[in-house]
């Protein structure tokens, strides 16, 4: 991540917020994203700088599609730490001057919350009741998209197709995981072969990525963060995807609890089935090929091996969550 960080009196500014800035300080992140916290004499604020990691020329459409669904689900209970539009917009998205007078940045603003991170293993049944829940409550709003050219070819579903390509750019950078990567390519076409079709007419927007790492423990209970990656999707699909990944796909009695608290909360999936992760094994399939692209990139560039993607684990990992899929019946049983 380069550049100077976002100017905090500017992000005073933008929102409109009351007060003076007293701190404003960087904390832990994604890679795609930084955040900070915002201290005024009136309030905490956590600011995240936005970057277009996907190089997509529509990026604001998706944010602002996703401050829709975002606000939605807030009204509908699903529990988020609570967003502030900007005043001019009634958008979530500003645009500041970095501290350096280097040019704008994008962010946008939540109020703060005291909170503790989701450690990325399997959770417990509590948490994945919730999460079910949660995901029930989303799924009964049946928002459809308002563009829905946004989501032609969506970005990250990816299919076997790109593994020899993927394999010989490898190859000729010599990058270490390349037997690994070749070795894969029948359990990518095996995650390829779960990606059907379906009905565009029965799917409703969803958070897009609920998993370990956008989840929070407050004081008041769990909240569910980061709604920049709205998508839309059948509800099985969304359904199954959240429950393995509450489960890191190791653990049935955690998935099968998502699918639990879904129902208690009138969810209305019936069954999970194996083709419910076929969008999962697609975007995780398109994680890998990014994260390659992003490993050569850097390879190139000669940064330290430390720095790349664990590309060679994420390979590995493949074989599992197909293992898992083609039996999810079964599994969850």
Not at 208 to 234: A, F, S, T, Y
Not at 302 to 315: E, M, W, Y
């Amino acid at each position: 991540m380069t550049g100077a960080a976002p100017d905090p009196r500017g992000v005073v500014a933008a929102y409109g917020l009351p007060g003076e800035v007293r701190a404003f300080d960087e904390v832990p992140g994604g890679w795609s994203n930084r955040v900070f916290r915002l201290h005024t004499t009136h309030g905490a604020y956590a600011v995240k700088e936005l970057r277009n990691a996907w190089g997509e020329p529509r990026w604001a459409d998706w944010l602002a599609e996703g401050w829709r669904v975002e606000l939605a689900a807030r009204e509908a209970g699903v529990v988020m730490p609570e967003p502030v539009a900007n005043p001019s917009t009634g958008q979530a998205l500003a645009y500041v001057e970095r501290s350096d007078g280097s040019g704008e940045v994008p962010v946008r603003l939540h109020r703060w919350v005291d909170s503790t991170s989701v450690p990325r293993s399997p959770v417990g049944p509590d948490l994945a009741r919730w999460v079910g829940r949660s995901l029930a409550a989303l799924h009964a709003l049946a928002l459809g998209p308002m563009r829905p050219d946004l989501y032609v070819g969506r970005v990250g579903l990816t299919t076997a197709d790109v593994w020899p390509d993927l394999v010989a750019r490898s190859a000729s950078s010599q990058a270490p995981w390349t037997l690994e990567l070749a070795a894969a390519e029948p359990v990518a076409r095996r995650a390829s072969a779960l990606l059907g079709f379906w009905d565009a007419g029965h799917e409703v927007l969803c958070h897009g990525d609920v998993d370990q790492k956008n989840l929070l423990l407050g004081p008041g209970g769990p909240l569910l963060c980061d709604w920049d990656v709205v998508l839309p999707r059948l509800p099985g699909q969304d359904l199954a995807e959240a429950a393995l990944s509450m489960a890191s796909w190791r653990v049935p009695d955690v998935a099968s609890a998502v699918v639990e608290g879904y129902r208690e909360a009138g969810g209305a999936v019936d069954r999970l089935v194996a083709t419910d992760l076929g969008p999962a094994l697609a975007s995780r399939l398109g994680w890998i090929r990014f994260s390659i692209d992003r490993a050569l990139d850097a390879r190139a560039a000669g940064a330290p091996s430390s720095d790349l993607p664990d590309v060679a684990g994420l390979v590995l990992d493949l074989d599992g969550r197909v293992s898992v899929a083609e039996s999810l019946d079964r599994w969850l049983r």
